[in-house]
């Protein structure tokens, strides 16, 4: 079976655990997943984490190669790419190191991305610190820049050795970075598992106060979703795509906000439309409207306002191309828990929907 073994060529360990950083020590002084560690951090994941990392390996006589980048957006850039992947022949290093992304989604994709580049390809470990990368951009093997044209359009499909979400970095986390990653974790229960939905609403509290095991549940379960997704359909033919939910909506207030709005917030949004829409258009249940709606009350997910002119967001989704003749291809949900695509969604609904709302 060709699809399978490609998923095992490419498999991997996520380890989801408090503490798990620690783990990193004796990995790399195992040298098991290469010789010189080349640790990719951004301005504050280096004084966070990555310092007293460069400490203890130092006590076990391995100098890696620390490479800084700012923190933001910004940095998934070609010129910061081509600055790292020169950075890293001067130093020295060969095939047989080793590339260590430590920060957030930033970090991970650039760090990806550069490790999949430099010299065809060197091997690389992820060490997501935000809440969005420990459920999300750590998994799947999407690694990218981004270029003048478009968000992630110089990128690849690059895996990493293994990931280590360490639950106890997010205790540093601001709170706009963990209500953006929930965003993206109350998705995963929406779209394919109406029990983890349910968890998230009885133990909104714990998750808000980022009870340890709680959230080492939390986003184990997340990896495991996005994983079984994404190894049915690692190249994205089909599948894959019901992770966009709430991401059509979502990027069209993005864009209207002026990327003000962190994207897990705009997300929210979106899934808060959409799925009413499900509900106006006769999809799903006023009792899974319900939990729906109440997993996001619990949890805060666009609870407040939202300054935005219905006739503006459907302007730009109108641009998208996956609208056509009055309708949308998109993302919507039968049941709390699992996923369609709808290749003919009508605009009106959603429209209806944002006027109601907004
Ligand atoms: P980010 O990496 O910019 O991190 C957000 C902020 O938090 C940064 O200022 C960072 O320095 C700081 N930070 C990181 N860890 C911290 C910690 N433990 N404590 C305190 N501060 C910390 O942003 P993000 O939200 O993690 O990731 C967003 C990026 O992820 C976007 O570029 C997006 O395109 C990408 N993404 C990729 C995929 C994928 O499949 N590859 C999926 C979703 C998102
Ligand atoms: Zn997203």
Do not use: W
């Not at 020590?25 to 990392?53: A, M, Y």
């Not at 980048?69 to 020295?92: C, H």
């Not at 590339?99 to 650039?110: I, N, P």
């Not at 897990?264 to 319900?290: P, Q, T, W, Y």
């Amino acid at each position: 079976d060709v699809a399978l073994k490609g998923e095992f060529d490419n498999s991997y360990e996520i380890l989801v655990e408090d503490g798990v950083m620690d783990n990193l020590i004796p990995d790399l002084c195992s040298r098991k997943f290469g010789r010189t560690p080349v640790v990719i951090c951004d301005e504050n994941t280096r004084e966070l984490f990555g310092l007293s990392l460069i400490e203890k390996l130092a006590l076990e006589n391995i100098d890696p190669l620390l490479l800084t980048v700012p923190a933001g957006e910004k940095s998934k850039s070609l010129d910061v790419f081509g600055s790292l992947l020169e950075a890293m022949l001067e130093a020295g290093i060969t095939r047989q190191d080793v590339v260590v992304a430590l920060g957030g989604g930033v970090v991970g994709d650039l760090s990806g991305y550069v490790a999949g580049s430099y010299m065809r390809g060197i091997n690389f470990i992820q060490v997501p610190t935000t809440l969005l990368s420990q459920v999300d951009s750590a998994v799947g093997g999407k690694v990218a820049v981004n270029i003048s044209g478009g968000k992630n359009y110089c990128g690849m499909f690059y895996q990493p050795k293994r990931v280590y979400s360490d639950i106890s970095a997010l205790s540093t986390l601001p709170e706009r970075e963990i209500l953006s990653g929930l965003g993206e974790v109350v998705k995963y229960g929406f779209i394919a598992d109406r029990k983890f939905a349910e968890y998230l609403l009885d133990n909104a509290d714990k998750i808000l106060s980022l009870d340890k095991e709680v959230m080492s549940a939390v986003v184990a379960r997340c990896c495991e979703i996005k994983a079984d997704v994404v190894s049915r359909d690692e190249k994205e033919g089909g599948l894959r795509r019901i992770l966009n939910y709430g991401h059509t909506v979502g990027h069209a207030i993005e864009t209207f906000s002026g990327y003000k709005l962190s994207h897990g917030e705009c997300v929210a949004h979106g899934m808060r439309i959409v799925a009413r829409a499900c509900n106006r258009a006769g999809m799903l249940s006023d009792s899974d409207l319900k939990l729906h709606q109440n997993v996001m009350d619990r949890l805060s997910l666009a609870t407040g306002g939202l300054n935005i002119r219905p006739a503006d967001i459907m302007e730009l989704m109108k641009r998208d191309k996956k609208v056509k003749d009055g309708s949308v291809v998109m993302v919507a949900l039968d049941k709390v828990g699992h996923a369609v695509i709808s290749d003919d969604f009508p605009l009106e609904i959603i429209e209806a929907e944002l006027n109601e709302m907004y």
